[in-house]
C-alpha cells in the first residue's frame, strides 16, 4: 500500500541499548524528518534528509543517528538509549510541496 | 528552540461556534503551514500559506498570515465534536535550511 510505515509501533527497551526505528515511504518523496513529541514540548525535529546520502541534524540530534542509504528508507537508531528518550516518534516525508505526511508514530520507552 | 508558538495552548468551546488558533514564529518563512492531530494519531496536513499570501480558505478553515507582525490564524468556523483535536503550526523557513519546525500546539475541545 502507499504511504509512510513505520516501525514498531510499541517498543519497550532498556538503558544503554541500541534501539532503531523504521520508516518507509512509497511515494519517492524527497525530503524526509524525524520527530519526537513529547507532552509540553509539541514536535521537536531530530533529523532530516533532503535525499538519499543527505541528512542533517535539527532540534534534538544528541543521542540519535540516522542514515538514508536509499530514497525509501530512513531509519532512525539511538546508540545507548537513555530513559529521556522515552517518546513518541513521528516519521514524515514530503516532496517539493513541503507538505509533509505523517507516519502512525512509535511509542518508545526506555526503562 | 522551537520556531512557532501557538496561542492558545488549550481551548474549549461550543459546537457551531468558532475557534481562532494563532501562532508566532520568530524567522523568515517561505511557507506556514497548519496541521491536526487527533489523539495517539499522526498528523495530517490542513493547509499551507506561502509567505507573500495573506489569508487561504478550504471549506470551514480560514488562515490568514502577517509576515510584518511574523504571525498567523487559523480560523475554524461552525466547529463540530470531530473537531476536538491538538492544531499545530509549521514553518518552512526561507534560508531553504530544510528544517520545517512545529510548535508545541493547541489542544481544541468542542464541547456537545
Known amino acids: 500500500d502507499a504511504g509512510i510505515t513505520q516501525s514498531p509501533r510499541y517498543k519497550i527497551t532498556e538503558t544503554g541499548r541500541q534501539v532503531t526505528l523504521m520508516c518507509h515511504q512509497t511515494w519517492s518523496h524527497s525530503y524526509m524528518f524525524w520527530y519526537r513529541q513529547d507532552l509540553g514540548h509539541g514536535l521537536r525535529l531530530i533529523y532530516y534528509s533532503a535525499a538519499a546520502d543527505i541528512t542533517d541534524k535539527g532540534e534534538v540530534p544528541d543521542g540519535y543517528v540516522v542514515s538514508r542509504s536509499k530514497t525509501e528508507n530512513f531509519p532512525l537508531t539511538l546508540e545507548s538509549a537513555t530513559r529521556s528518550q522515552t517518546s513518541v516518534y513521528f516519521c514524515?516525508?514530503?516532496?517539493?510541496?513541503?507538505?509533509?505526511?505523517f507516519g502512525s508514530g512509535t511509542q518508545l520507552s526506555v526503562l | 528552540s522551537q520556531q512557532g508558538e501557538e496561542d492558545p495552548q488549550a481551548l474549549s468551546i461550543q459546537e457551531g461556534e468558532n475557534a481562532t488558533m494563532n501562532c508566532s514564529y520568530k524567522?523568515?518563512?517561505?511557507?506556514l503551514q497548519w496541521y491536526r492531530q487527533n489523539s495517539g494519531r499522526g498528523l495530517v496536513h490542513l493547509i499551507l500559506i506561502r509567505s507573500n499570501e495573506r489569508e487561504k480558505h478550504s471549506g470551514r478553515l480560514r488562515v490568514t498570515l502577517d509576515t510584518s507582525k511574523k504571525s498567523s490564524s487559523l480560523l475554524i468556523t461552525a466547529s463540530r465534536a470531530a473537531d476536538t483535536a491538538s492544531y499545530f503550526c509549521?514553518?518552512?523557513?526561507?534560508?531553504?535550511?530544510?528544517?520545517?519546525?512545529f510548535g508545541k500546539g493547541t489542544r481544541l475541545h468542542i464541547l456537545p
Open positions: 509549521a514553518t518552512d523557513p526561507l534560508n531553504r535550511d530544510d528544517k520545517i519546525i
Open positions: 514524515a516525508s514530503s516532496d517539493n510541496s513541503r507538505k509533509l505526511l
Open positions: 524567522t523568515s518563512i517561505n511557507n
